[in-house]
C-alpha cells in the first residue's frame, strides 16, 4: 500500500522554525522526485521545494533563503526545513512524489500525502 505520511507541522511562533518530515512506503521514493506543497482555504495548491531524485532542487520566491529540502533516501524521507516563518506561512503542507520533472511544480505528481498543519502566529 502506498502511504506518505507527513509529520512535524503544528504552531508556532514568526521567526521560530520547524522541520516537516515526509516518509514514504510501498513504492520505491528514491526512484521518484520529491516535493512540498502548501495550500490555504480558497486557494490553489503551490510549489513550495522540490528536489529530483539526483539532488537538485527548486523554491518557490517566497521559501528561497528561508526553507530547506532534503531528502535521506536510505530512510525514504523527505524533510523541510523550515526558518524565519512568517504568519503567510500558515497553510496545509503536502508532501509529493512525481515521476516528471517537468510538471511537477505544476502539482502534476504521482502520488501525495494527506497533509500537516503548519500555524504561524505573528
Known amino acids: 500500500q502506498v502511504q506518505l505520511l507527513e509529520s512535524g507541522g503544528g504552531p508556532v511562533q514568526a521567526g521560530g522554525s520547524l522541520r516537516l518530515a515526509c516518509t514514504a512506503s510501498?513504492?520505491?521514493?528514491?526512484?521518484?522526485?520529491r516535493g512540498w506543497f502548501r495550500q490555504v482555504p480558497g486557494n490553489g495548491r503551490e510549489g513550495v521545494a522540490l528536489i529530483d531524485i539526483m539532488g537538485s532542487t527548486r523554491y518557490s520566491d517566497s521559501a528561497k533563503g528561508r526553507f530547506t529540502i532534503s531528502r535521506d533516501n536510505a530512510k525514504n524521507t523527505l524533510y523541510l526545513q523550515m526558518n524565519s516563518l512568517k504568519p503567510e506561512d500558515t497553510a496545509m503542507y503536502y508532501c509529493?512524489?512525481?515521476?516528471?520533472?517537468?510538471?511537477?511544480?505544476?502539482?502534476?505528481?504521482?502520488?501525495w500525502g494527506q497533509g500537516t498543519q503548519v500555524i504561524v502566529s505573528a
Open positions: 509529493a512524489a512525481g515521476s516528471q520533472w517537468s510538471n511537477f511544480w505544476n502539482g502534476d505528481a504521482t502520488y
Open positions: 510501498g513504492f520505491p521514493a528514491s526512484r521518484f522526485n
